[in-house]
C-alpha cells in the first residue's frame, strides 16, 4: 500500500528521481503513474527535451548512473536481459556491469582502515588506489599481501545505505501503485520489489558474500572446470572483502577468447553444466551471473565472482524445474507446455495448442 508517511519522509528523494528521469526524457514514466501530481515540480520539468545528440539508451544508462546504487543495480539486472530490451540497450547498461565512476580513494582508504582497524600500511605489501573495477554497490581494488598473494580488495562504497533504504522505500510505493493497473496483474511489481529489496540488503553483507563462495566452493569440489576464488577471512568484514585474485578473458569477450585459442564451444558446455548442477541439482546458484562476474581461464576453466546476490530453490521448485528440462531436451511440445502451465508461468485459459 502507498504510505503517505513515506512519501513524505522521502520527498526530496522523490523530487530527485523525477528531475534525473525528466532531464534524461523519461519524465513520461512519472506521469504514468501520476506522482508528477504529488511531486510539487512544475509540470514543464516533466516535458523537457532530452540532448538530442545522445542516444535514449545512454540516456537511460546515464539517468541511472545519476541516481545512485540502487539503479544502477536495477539497470544491471536489465542488462542481463534481452527478452525485454533491443540490443543498443543491452549494449549500453552492460556498461553499469563494472564501469561505474568510482569514489575517491581517500573515501575507500578511510574505510579500509576503519574496517580492518589498523593502517593499510600494516596489512598489504601493495594496493592500488585506482579501482579495477566499479559497480553499483562496490569497487575492487588490486593487491598484494605481506607474503606476496595477489589479491583483491572489495569495498563497498561510502555513504550509500541511506540513500539505498530511501529508493527501496519508493519503489516499493510505486510498485503498489502499478499493481492496481493491468501491468500490475500481469507482473505483480509488489512482488518483484520484494524479492529485489530481499536480495539488495543481502547483497551489501560481504561476511554473507564470503560465506556463499565457500559454499559453491564446497558444492563444485569435483568440478575441474569451475574455479572460485579463496576468501581472505582475517582481512574480511561486513563492508570490505578480500579475496584471491584471479586472472582471466571476460566471458564475452568472444575476439579475445579465440585470440587465446579457447574453445568455445567447450566454454559453452562447461557453463551448461555448471548451471545445470547448481540450479537442479544444489538448488543454491549465482543469481548475478553478467559477464563482469565470469572470465574465462586456462583449460577452458570458468573463474566465478561475486557472491553477493545469490538464489535458493525449494524443493518442489526444483522438482519442477527438472521435469521442465527433462521434456524440453526430449524437444516434447506439448509436456513443455503442460509443464509449463503446471508451474504457472503461463494462464491456464491460454490457447494451448497455440503454445505448443
Known sequence: MFSSFRYIRNLPRY???????????????????????????PRRIFHQEPDVHVAPAEHLRLAL???????????????????????????????????VPPAPWDEIHAIIRTELKCEIEELFAEIEPEPMAAASLAQVHAAHLKDGS??????QRPHILETIHADLEILHDLASLVQKTPLGEMYNPVEVVSDFAFTLMNELDYLREGRNADRFRQNFADESHLYIPRVYWEYTTSHVLVLEWIRGIKIDDIA?????????????LHS?????????????????????????????????MDFGMV????????????RLYIVSIS????????????????????DRSALE
Request: no cysteine; charged share 25%; glycine share 8%.
Open 150 to 155: 595477489p589479491v583483491v580488495v572489495k569495498v
Open 256 to 268: 579475445a577468447l579465440d585470440a587465446a585459442g579457447y574453445d568455445r564451444k567447450k566454454i559453452a
Open 15 to 41: 523530487q530527485r528521481i523525477a528531475r534525473v528521469l525528466a532531464q534524461h526524457g523519461f519524465g513520461y514514466l512519472l506521469e504514468a503513474t501520476r506522482l508528477d501530481r504529488r511531486l510539487g515540480i
Open 272 to 304: 551448461a553444466r555448471i548451471i545445470i548442477k547448481e540450479v537442479l541439482e544444489d538448488g543454491f546458484f549465482h543469481a548475478d551471473p553478467h559477464p563482469g562476474n565470469l572470465v574465462v581461464m586456462p583449460g577452458e576453466v570458468i573463474g566465478a
Open 331 to 350: 524437444l516434447d511440445a506439448n509436456g513443455i507446455a503442460a509443464q509449463l502451465i503446471q508451474m504457472g508461468f503461463v494462464r491456464r485459459s491460454l
Open 65 to 99: 548512473e545519476e541516481l545512485g546504487p540502487t539503479f544502477i543495480k536495477i539497470g544491471q539486472i536489465l542488462s542481463t536481459r534481452p527478452d525485454l530490451l533491443p540490443p543498443e540497450y543491452i549494449a549500453e547498461l552492460s556498461k553499469l556491469q563494472d564501469a
Open 311 to 322: 538464489g535458493y530453490l525449494h524443493e518442489r521448485d526444483r522438482t519442477q524445474l527438472i
